[in-house]
């Protein structure tokens, strides 16, 4: 697709017309797998008060005029995550959304603006069941498209094999030697200089103003992700605390977290957790992650105090969000995620940033 034609032109949407009945097929196929377990499908409401409290994740926003003429400021999810978990709290307890969310200063190759994603929970359950749902998710995708192999720039990968399960420390030592966990304490502090020094040893480079979560980053995209889901899907787990806002500590070890991510062809598909229900301890994670957004964007969202009294009531629960458009790009070999959306978003006007 091309300024030249846009994907509303008769030849390139018949080019990409394979792909999205695809995307149909896979969307239909999972819809009756979750039926099939007896879990009830909900659409969460797009506008809430907050969009989430990640430092990273950027939201759009927009404001509501009530019947007196007042503006209250409002947002566009980033995830149905907050409306999923109240309806835990409410007594729902096998819940699945299929539905757009919205992120900002996202666009690319593997990002889009508005993009389709799959949440579901399951109440009472360890995260572990999430896995086998992620492989089963591939393979079904997989049958829906009539692919063999998923295949991402020249990485392939087989949708029908088992994923391998790898630790983040196990990842970290195996990609870059470096040790992770000496960098983190049982308390959920980190060793900035350790793990800088660490960078240096393995030949990545670092600034002065990195913080700790700074250099993970760094390393997760420059050594660790590229090499994850080749051949078969790798299920990266056990993420350090301080990269884990949502999830529940490992009860094997203080240090990390119940969160895993799913890749694929060096594709980040899909990140999962055993929730956190402590209320106060997520008020204090989330503080955090909006005291980083404001250093790094200058800006911080509210947190959503509803939210925060419906996780005091929210039962155990392991829970996990998807980006459909990914799997179904990968499914189908599309190159860009807008090649498996229906009608994608108006390109950006240039600007001379851009250019």
């Given at each position: 697709m091309t300024s030249a034609s846009p994907w509303w032109a008769p030849h390139a949407h018949a080019d990409r017309r394979p792909r999205l009945l695809a995307r149909n097929r896979i969307a239909a196929s999972l819809r009756a797998w979750f039926a099939a377990r007896d879990f009830v499908e909900v659409e969460a409401a797009i506008l809430q008060v907050s969009p989430g409290n990640e430092a990273h994740l950027s939201a759009?926003?927009?404001?509501?005029?009530?019947?007196?003429?007042?503006?209250?400021p409002?947002?566009?999810?980033?995830?149905p995550e907050f409306a999923c978990k109240k309806l835990l709290a409410a007594g729902e307890t096998r819940l699945f959304s299929l539905g757009p969310v919205y992120r900002n200063r996202e666009r690319g190759a593997l990002h889009?603006?508005?993009?389709?994603?799959l949440e579901w929970y399951r109440a009472g359950e360890t995260y572990d069941?999430?896995?086998?749902?992620?492989?089963?998710?591939l393979r079904l995708a997989?049958?829906?498209?009539?692919?063999?192999?998923?295949?991402?720039r020249g990485t392939e990968a087989d949708p029908f094999a088992e994923p391998e399960r790898v630790t983040v420390a196990e990842a970290f030592e195996r990609h870059a030697g470096i040790d992770l966990l000496a960098t983190v304490a049982p308390d959920a502090s980190t060793d900035r200089a350790g793990l800088a020094a660490a960078l240096v040893q393995a030949g990545i480079r670092t600034a002065p103003d990195d913080t700790w979560a700074d250099l993970f980053s760094r390393v997760m995209v420059e050594r660790v992700e590229p090499a994850?889901?080749?051949g078969r899907a790798t299920i990266l787990c056990?993420?350090?605390?301080?990269?884990a806002a949502l999830a529940r500590p490992s009860p094997a070890d203080p240090r990390v977290a119940e969160r895993f991510e799913l890749y694929c062809c060096g594709v980040e598909l899909a990140n999962a957790f055993g929730e956190l229900t402590d209320a106060e301890e997520q008020r204090r994670r989330f503080s955090a992650e909006m005291d980083e957004k404001e250093r790094v964007y200058g800006e911080r969202y509210p947190l959503d105090e509803d939210f925060l009294s419906a996780l005091a009531q929210m039962p155990e629960a392991s829970g996990i969000a998807l980006g459909f458009d990914r799997l179904v790009m990968l499914a189908t070999g599309a190159r860009r995620i807008e090649d498996v959306i229906w009608t994608p978003v108006a390109e950006y006007p240039r600007t001379e940033t851009s250019r």
């Open positions: 759009f926003a927009t404001t509501a005029i009530g019947p007196d003429g007042a503006a209250h409002l947002y566009l999810h980033t995830s889009h603006p508005e993009f389709t994603m069941g999430l896995m086998g749902d992620c492989a089963a998710f997989a049958e829906n498209a009539g692919a063999k192999r998923f295949v991402w994850l889901g080749r056990e993420y350090p605390i301080p990269e």
